[in-house]
DNA sequence: AACTGGTATTGACGGATCGTCGTTTTTTGA
DNA sequence: TCAAAAAACGACGATCCGTCAATACCAGTT
C-alpha cells in the first residue's frame, strides 16, 4: 500500500513535470516549438515514458489547457470575492479576463486551437472532461454573481432571459474581441482602442440588460482602480503596459 | 504580349485550381486531410508547381481564406442592400453571417486556426495584404450602414462612441459566441440556446447605442421572415434544420 | 545472495508530411 | 530548326508523431 502510494506519487509529481514543461515549451517556443521529443529530452525521460501519460500530443496540450484554465479560475475567485456591488464584482471578472490574457498570452491561442474539431477528437475523453469541469466551475462563478444581483434585487430578467444569458454576452465579447485583436491588424483596420471598446461594449450589455447600478451612475475609472488596487495589486503592473 | 498574358491567364487559372481544390479538401476531410500531396494528386500537377504558387502550405491556407472571406463579403453586400431602415439591414448581416457559418462550418475553424502568429509568420506578406483587404472591405459594408443610420438620425453617438465601436461588438459577439459554440458542450455548461441568446444580445447592444428603431418596438420574427424572404431565399434552408 | 516473474523505461523504427533541388520537359525567341 | 530560358517534376532529406520489441528495474521468494 505505502509502495503503492509511493509510485503513484512519483508518476503524478512527473506527470506535472510534463504538463509544466509543455507550458513552457509553449510560451518560449510557440505551438510549433512543441515536440514530445523535445519534452522527453527536456525531462531527461525517454518519449515512450510521455506516451505512458499522454495518448499523445493533443492530449498532453489539453493536460496544459487544464492547468491554465484553474488558473484563470483563481483569478475569477479573488474577482468575485471584491467587496461591491455584484455589478462591481462582475466588472472586477472582466479585468481579471484582461490580467490573464497579459499573463499567458499564449494560452489564448492555445485555447482557440483546442476547439478544433481534429483536435478533440484526438485527446483523451478523461482529460478533456477535467477541462469541462475547469471550464464549468469557471462560468459558475459569473452565474453566481448574477444570481446576487438578482437576489440583492440589482437585477431582474425578462421572461425570456436567462441567467447565463448575461455570462454568455460577456464571455463573448471578450473572447471575440481578443480573437479578432491578435488576428488582424485593430489599428489599420479602423479600430483604434479594441480593449476601450471592449469594455464599454460590456457595460452597454449589462446596462442593457438594466443591471443596477448601471454604468451611467458608476464613476468607471475609480471602479476599475479600487478593483486594480484592492484586488490584484500584484498583477496591475502587467496590465499597465499595454 | 499575348503570349505572356495567355501565360499568364493560365497560371491565375491554375491557381485557382489549387484553391479550389485547397478547399474542397478542407471541407471533405478537414484539415488534417489537407496535405500538399493530397493538392497536386488530385489536380494532376506535381507537388513543385503547387509550390511555385504558394510559399507554404499556410500560405495556400490563407489564400483559401481570402476566397471564402469574399464569399462572406458578396452575402453582406446582398443583405447591406435589404429594403428597410440601416437597422433592418444591421439585423439582415447579422442573418448574413449566420448563413455563412451554415453554409461554411470549416471557414470558422480555419480562421481562428490563421490567426495563430506562428501561422502568419509562415505566409506571404503579399498573400496576408490580400486577406486584410478583403476583411476591410467587409468591415466598411458594416460602417457604411451605421453611417447611414447616423444621417438618417436613426443614431446619435455619444462622444466617446466611434462608428467603429458597434461593428466591433456585434463582431466580437458573433465570433465570440461562435468560438465558444464550436469548443464547449454549451447545452451541459448552462447554455440552452446560445444561437438564439446572441441574436438577443446583439439586439440588446444595438438598443445600448440607441439605435432606433429599437428591438422593443419591433418585431422580430417578423424582420427575420422578411430578411430572409427577399434576400436570402435560396440560404434560408441552410439555416432551418438548426 | 541469487533467482524469477512482472512492470516500467527506453530509443530505434515505420509512416506521414513538409519543403527543396537537381533533373527533365516544355516554351520561347531567333 | 535549335539553343537558351522557364516551368514542371518527383525523389530526397529533415522533422515529427506514435509504436513496440528489447532492456533495465523492482518486489518478493527461496
Known sequence: MVQLTRKQREIQEREQLFVATGRRLLLERGYAGLTMDRIA??????????????????????????????????????????????????????????????????ADAVEHLSREQSFREKATPETLLRLQASEQATLEICFGITRDGIAIGDLELAEEARISDITLGLWSLYQGTFAILDGMPTDELGFPDPLETMRQNAQRLLDAFDWKPLSTDTDLDAQRERILGEVFPEEREALEPS
Open 41 to 106: 529530452e527536456a525531462t531527461e525521460y525517454s518519449k515512450g515514458t510521455v506516451y505512458q501519460h499522454f495518448a499523445n500530443k493533443e492530449d498532453l496540450l489539453v493536460a496544459v489547457l487544464v492547468g491554465t484554465c484553474s488558473t484563470r479560475r483563481s483569478l475569477f475567485e479573488r474577482a468575485a470575492a471584491f467587496r461591491g456591488t455584484p455589478r462591481d464584482r462582475m466588472a472586477a471578472i472582466g479585468i481579471a479576463v484582461e490580467i490573464f490574457r497579459a499573463q499567458h498570452p499564449d
